[in-house]
């Protein structure tokens, strides 16, 4: 699932590209793609677009009356769409723009999911309220400047492994699996220590690493003309399950679950100790 450098790149580039240009109408082409039923997405017809923003891991299309929030889950992305095609291969709603002036204008924008799981959609909401509505008003704080202060005041709310406080949106908003693994990676730190037993010194470790690993993928994502997906995305240990260590040479180790897989080094991280599978053993705290 693209996380908040791939979102934030994106919404960049997608407000470059299609800022000022008026929405002529929204079409769903599911009934599961457009998730609310008031405000009509009509209240944004004849009206620019402001800009394509984020929070966390959604797209906000930005109209002055309405905002679409975008979710694209695993699969999802929100394109150009300059074929306009009736049946799009994927396509689960579109956003038509007047036409342009200018040769070559992509007049549209199509939200699209492979696979059968049609988990992406569209909330359409009053613009004033976006931020206090669902989906985006359980949202924790973003992950992308966040500070070693508000984190530990964050770790001594509820007592938590690392890895899942990350991930959890509730708690900070724009981290998934790849960063969660990152960030622990980089804070040295096992992906399984709970926050409480982190505490202060554990949230500057964990708020640097966050940072660090933010900037980097943005700058990756910048440097692009589209969103990367998920095997283009640099990594140390994600995805990386029996190779070297980058930065001892030790091997980087999993624990597989039912959905993702935490990657960790044992020398980095947990003093060279094997973090056994859930099921059969305990974890390394």
């Known amino acids: 699932m693209p996380e908040m450098p791939e979102v934030q790149a994106h919404a960049e580039r997608l407000t470059e590209q299609f800022s000022g240009r008026v929405l002529d109408r929204f079409t769903p082409f599911n009934f599961t793609a457009l998730k609310t039923a008031v405000p009509p ?29 975008v979710h694209l ?23 038509l723009f007047i036409p342009g002036e200018a040769p070559g204008d992509v007049g549209a924008l199509l939200l699209t999911e492979q696979g059968k799981e049609r988990r992406a959609g569209v909330w359409c909401l009053p613009s004033e309220q976006v931020l206090t509505a669902s989906p985006l008003d359980k949202l924790g704080p973003e992950a992308a400047g966040i500070t070693a202060d508000e984190l530990a005041v964050l770790f001594a709310k509820k007592s938590t492994r690392i890895h899942g406080f990350l991930r959890d949106q509730r708690m900070i908003a724009g981290i998934g699996r790849r960063l969660s693994n990152e960030v622990c990676h980089r804070a040295k730190i096992s992906p399984f220590a709970t926050t409480k037993k982190l505490g202060e010194n554990g949230a500057v ?14 700058e990756f994502e910048r440097g692009r003309a589209d969103m990367s997906s998920s095997k283009d995305r640099a990594s140390a240990v994600h995805r990386r399950t029996g190779e070297p260590c980058s930065v001892c040479g030790d091997s980087v180790r999993a624990v597989e679950y039912s959905g993702y897989t935490v990657n960790y080094c044992p020398t980095c991280q947990t003093s060279g100790k094997i973090l056994a599978d859930n099921t059969t053993s305990k974890f390394l705290k």
Request: charged share 25%; net charge positive; glycine share 10%.
């Open 41 to 69: 997405p009509e209240e944004a017809y004849r009206h620019a677009l402001v800009k394509v923003g984020r929070r966390g891991k959604y797209l906000l299309v930005e109209f002055e009356p309405v905002t679409f929030v």
């Open 73 to 95: 889950m695993q699969g999802g992305r929100l394109v150009p769409d300059p074929k306009l095609s009736a049946k799009p291969r994927g396509g689960q709603a579109r956003f």
């Open 205 to 218: 470790l964990v708020a640097d690493a966050i940072q660090s690993c933010i900037d980097e993928s943005l």
